[in-house]
């Protein structure tokens, strides 16, 4: 029996793709020091680079990760970073500090993953805090865009609906894998009241398609997963018809021309950076991104295809199918079902908030209050994507420890009876 | 730098970032296209990788004959339908009859769905008495409706063997390689209700005083899969 080896091949493939990743970092913010001659510029030429190529070389050795996920998410991160610098340096500063906490954070959860062995009392610990989480806006809160989803402290703002999307896929996972209905059911029924209460539609669908999918990825169930998606498309359709809103929302993805000086003047100037863009971009630093509102969250897709075009704009959404896909094939090689679940859980939620989001900034779908993951401004979206990032990396370096496990196993097995 | 040399620059550098982004994601897909070969490779190396052990068959019973073998995960469901971890296709079974999970150090853990029953070494199991006794260890018959399986775990897992009445190990941790004979501390299990001519009134016999395995003829069960290590516990067992 030959002993596993890590293949050099793979090694020099990581190698060659962070390599790609710290030249066009390089280059770009090189490009945007040349503009204005900004010091701040030229040191994050040299210090994005670096902290992508310790990221991906330097972390794996603290835990055993997947560097290609690592590598994935540096990037996206740091395209977030190059993109807010571009059109406003102080937002890039706050997201490179929240960068930083949110590797804190998807350590903590590799490590947590791994770690925890009995998950009962952690889950019973985290319900209650959930939903405690979830009603602090309503309390304490104030309404933004629309929706009651953020706690100011001082001049600290957060979404705890971002954070309990964490422990919703750990809760949700833990009870689906034991087959226990009720209890998912019900703490999936309360956060979806509550946020329905903070007028918080965007997270409420997230939380609603995640539960779902999982529900159908645990059971096989596809006649009560349909029975799922009619009273979700029915829920939509009361929704419509009881909030004001929601009309309006819907008549302006419909038509946003009608009124584009007013309401509709953030859905036609973001297809108007999106055809402006092109397929190779107005140029690094050119255009007028911030003539968009809220260019830095909800737009961020649109201010990407502008500056860099549209081939860039597909291959970002290509590196979050490659992160997809990746995912998807680490919770199917999970050796205990609440793994499995867990990593399947944070992969879907990944892809659904993309799709919510791109699918809103391109006018398939109306448009709703999410952030694009990794990209978006914001401490709270960006750490929670990177938890959630944290549990994949957890679930794949336990799959690994596993395989280590059967080869010893075997070769146990062999020198037994030689 | 002047706005128009900044333009100008940023134009051509349009086509450079275009091209490193199709590169990145080129990389990424190739990456995760070695990766997969790499898995398979790996996989193939391993054909038991994700499960402890095997069931054996010790009658036949629906689609099942003896000597059949069904690979045992760590975490599954036994089960009459195709789609189960373990698809025990005979009478007396369950669509989804119940579930297994091995504990490391402990054995395999089995815990029957709601209303129905199964035997470990003669001893009827039900939902309730599970969490106490529902533990199969290397050696231990497993009755599932008209079946009777012996598990075999893979050699190298640890598990203690309960105590039972009269037995001279008394929860000592065992391997599943070692051999199962009396003078290795080993007692076989005694139940009632099954016998089998070829392995005598107890199959335990068979190996009791060193004796052979009958000779039948191997067939593969649904999933089963005549793996490396199984072969090799096999012959632990004829060599005892």
Same mark, same amino acid.
């Given at each position: 029996?030959?002993?596993?080896?890590?293949?050099?091949?793979?090694?020099?493939?990581?190698?060659?793709?962070?390599?790609?990743?710290?030249?066009?970092?390089?280059?770009?913010?090189?490009?945007?020091?040349?503009?204005?001659?900004?010091?701040?510029?030229?040191?994050?030429?040299?210090?994005?680079?670096?902290?992508?190529?310790?990221?991906?070389?330097?972390?794996?050795?603290?835990?055993?990760?997947?560097?290609?996920?690592?590598?994935?998410?540096?990037?996206?991160?740091?395209?977030?970073?190059?993109?807010?610098?571009?059109?406003?340096?102080?937002?890039?500063?706050?997201?490179?500090?929240?960068?930083?906490?949110?590797?804190?954070?998807?350590?903590?959860?590799?490590?947590?993953?791994?770690?925890?062995?009995?998950?009962?009392?952690?889950?019973?610990?985290?319900?209650?805090?959930?939903?405690?989480?979830?009603?602090?806006?309503?309390?304490?809160?104030?309404?933004?865009?629309?929706?009651?989803?953020?706690?100011?402290?001082?001049?600290?703002?957060?979404?705890?609906?971002?954070?309990?999307?964490?422990?919703?896929?750990?809760?949700?996972?833990?009870?689906?894998?034991?087959?226990?209905?009720?209890?998912?059911?019900?703490?999936?029924?309360?956060?979806?009241?509550?946020?329905?209460?903070?007028?918080?539609?965007?997270?409420?669908?997230?939380? /609603?398609?995640?539960?779902?999918? @999982?529900?159908?990825?645990? !059971? $096989?169930? =596809?006649?009560?997963? &349909?029975? %799922? +998606?009619?009273?979700?498309?029915?829920?939509?359709?009361?929704?419509?018809?009881?909030?004001?809103?929601?009309?309006?929302?819907?008549?302006?993805?419909?038509?946003?021309?009608?009124?584009?000086?007013?309401?509709? /003047?953030?859905?036609?100037?973001? @297809?108007?950076?999106?055809? !402006? $863009?092109? =397929?190779?971009?107005? &140029?690094? %630093? +050119?255009?007028?991104?911030?003539?968009?509102?809220?260019?830095?969250?909800?737009?961020?897709?649109?201010?990407?295809?502008?500056?860099?075009?549209?081939?860039?704009?597909?291959?970002?959404?290509?590196?979050?199918?490659?992160?997809?896909?990746?995912?998807?094939?680490?919770?199917?090689?999970?050796?205990?079902?609440?793994? &499995?679940?867990?990593?399947?859980?944070?992969?879907?939620?990944?892809?659904?908030?993309?799709?919510?989001?791109?699918?809103?900034?391109?006018?398939?779908?109306?448009?709703?209050?999410?952030?694009?993951?990794?990209?978006?401004?914001?401490?709270?979206?960006?750490?929670?994507?990177?938890?959630?990032?944290?549990?994949?990396?957890?679930?794949?370096?336990?799959?690994?420890?596993?395989?280590?496990?059967?080869?010893?196993?075997?070769?146990?097995?062999?020198?037994?009876?030689? | 730098?002047?706005?128009?040399?900044?333009?100008?620059?940023?134009?051509?550098?349009?086509?450079?970032?275009?091209?490193?982004?199709?590169?990145?994601?080129?990389?990424?897909?190739?990456?995760?296209?070695?990766?997969?070969?790499?898995?398979?490779?790996?996989?193939?190396?391993?054909?038991?990788?994700?499960?402890?052990?095997?069931?054996?068959?010790?009658?036949?019973?629906?689609?099942?004959?003896?000597?059949?073998?069904?690979?045992?995960?760590?975490?599954?469901?036994?089960?009459?339908?195709?789609?189960?971890?373990?698809?025990?296709?005979?009478?007396?079974?369950?669509?989804?009859?119940?579930?297994?999970?091995?504990?490391?150090?402990?054995?395999?853990?089995?815990?029957?769905?709601?209303?129905?029953?199964?035997?470990?070494?003669?001893?009827?199991?039900?939902?309730?008495?599970?969490?106490?006794?529902?533990?199969?260890?290397?050696?231990?018959?497993?009755?599932?409706?008209?079946?009777?399986?012996?598990?075999?775990?893979?050699?190298?897992?640890?598990?203690?063997?309960?105590?039972?009445?009269?037995?001279?190990?008394?929860?000592?941790?065992?391997?599943?390689?070692?051999?199962?004979?009396?003078?290795?501390?080993?007692?076989?299990?005694?139940?009632?209700?099954?016998?089998?001519?070829?392995?005598?009134?107890?199959?335990?016999?068979?190996?009791?005083?060193?004796?052979?395995?009958?000779?039948?003829?191997?067939?593969?069960?649904?999933?089963?899969?005549?793996?490396?290590?199984?072969?090799?516990?096999?012959?632990?067992?004829?060599?005892?």
């Amino acid at each position: 029996m030959t002993r596993h080896q890590p293949s050099r091949r793979l090694h020099r493939a990581a190698s060659k793709l962070s390599a790609v990743v710290m030249l066009f970092y390089f280059s770009a913010f090189l490009l945007l020091g040349l503009k204005d001659f900004a010091w701040q510029a030229f040191a994050l030429a040299l210090a994005v680079p670096a902290m992508i190529w310790l990221g991906t070389n330097f972390l794996p050795r603290l835990f055993p990760a997947d560097t290609l996920l690592l590598s994935l998410t540096n990037f996206l991160c740091a395209l977030g970073v190059l993109v807010l610098y571009d059109t406003n340096p102080t937002y890039a500063y706050h997201q490179a500090v929240y960068y930083a906490v949110g590797l804190v954070a998807m350590v903590c959860c590799v490590w947590g993953v791994r770690a925890v062995r009995r998950w009962g009392p952690a889950v019973f610990m985290l319900l209650p805090v959930s939903l405690a989480l979830l009603v602090l806006p309503l309390i304490y809160g104030k309404e933004t865009y629309g929706a009651t989803n953020w706690i100011y402290i001082g001049n600290l703002s957060a979404q705890p609906s971002e954070l309990v999307k964490v422990s919703l896929i750990l809760i949700v996972s833990y009870f689906m894998s034991r087959r226990l209905f009720i209890p998912w059911l019900l703490f999936a029924v309360a956060c979806l009241g509550i946020l329905m209460l903070q007028r918080d539609l965007g997270t409420a669908l997230l939380y /609603y398609g995640v539960t779902l999918l @999982l529900y159908f990825a645990s !059971s $096989g169930n =596809l006649l009560m997963t &349909g029975v %799922g +998606l009619v009273g979700g498309a029915g829920a939509a359709v009361l929704g419509y018809r009881m909030f004001a809103h929601v009309k309006k929302r819907v008549a302006l993805w419909r038509n946003p021309w009608a009124d584009y000086e007013n309401a509709g /003047y953030q859905i036609v100037q973001g @297809l108007m950076a999106l055809a !402006s $863009g092109g =397929l190779i971009g107005v &140029g690094l %630093g +050119l255009g007028s991104p911030r003539t968009i509102p809220v260019y830095h969250t909800d737009y961020i897709f649109a201010v990407i295809c502008e500056q860099f075009g549209l081939i860039f704009g597909l291959c970002v959404l290509a590196m979050y199918l490659a992160i997809l896909w990746r995912g998807s094939t680490i919770a199917m090689a999970a050796r205990h079902a609440f793994h &499995g679940l867990v990593a399947m859980g944070a992969t879907l939620m990944i892809g659904l908030q993309t799709f919510v989001i791109i699918g809103g900034v391109i006018k398939l779908i109306p448009l709703t209050g999410v952030t694009m993951p990794f990209v978006s401004y914001g401490g709270s979206s960006l750490l929670s994507s990177m938890a959630l990032i944290g549990l994949i990396q957890g679930v794949a370096s336990i799959n690994e420890d596993d395989l280590r496990e059967d080869l010893r196993l075997a070769t146990d097995g062999e020198e037994a009876f030689e | 730098m002047k706005d128009e040399l900044y333009t100008v620059l940023a134009l051509g550098m349009r086509y450079w970032f275009t091209l490193l982004g199709v590169l990145i994601v080129w990389r990424a897909f190739h990456w995760l296209r070695r990766d997969r070969h790499e898995k398979h490779r790996r996989l193939r190396q391993l054909p038991d990788a994700g499960m402890v052990g095997e069931f054996v068959s010790l009658n036949d019973a629906g689609d099942m004959t003896v000597d059949d073998t069904l690979p045992v995960p760590r975490e599954g469901v036994l089960g009459k339908l195709y789609s189960c971890d373990v698809p025990v296709l005979c009478d007396g079974v369950a669509k989804y009859h119940l579930d297994l999970v091995y504990e490391d150090g402990l054995g395999l853990r089995v815990k029957p769905r709601r209303g129905l029953t199964c035997r470990i070494n003669g001893e009827e199991l039900t939902r309730a008495g599970a969490a106490r006794n529902g533990v199969l260890v290397h050696g231990d018959v497993l009755q599932v409706g008209d079946a009777a399986l012996r598990l075999r775990l893979f050699a190298g897992l640890k598990f203690r063997r309960p105590a039972r009445k009269g037995a001279e190990s008394r929860g000592r941790e065992r391997t599943a390689d070692e051999p199962m004979t009396p003078a290795s501390g080993w007692q076989p299990s005694r139940y009632d209700g099954f016998s089998d001519p070829a392995w005598g009134e107890n199959p335990a016999d068979a190996f009791r005083d060193g004796g052979e395995a009958p000779q039948k003829k191997r067939k593969s069960g649904a999933k089963g899969v005549k793996s490396a290590r199984s072969a090799k516990n096999s012959e632990g067992g004829e060599r005892a």
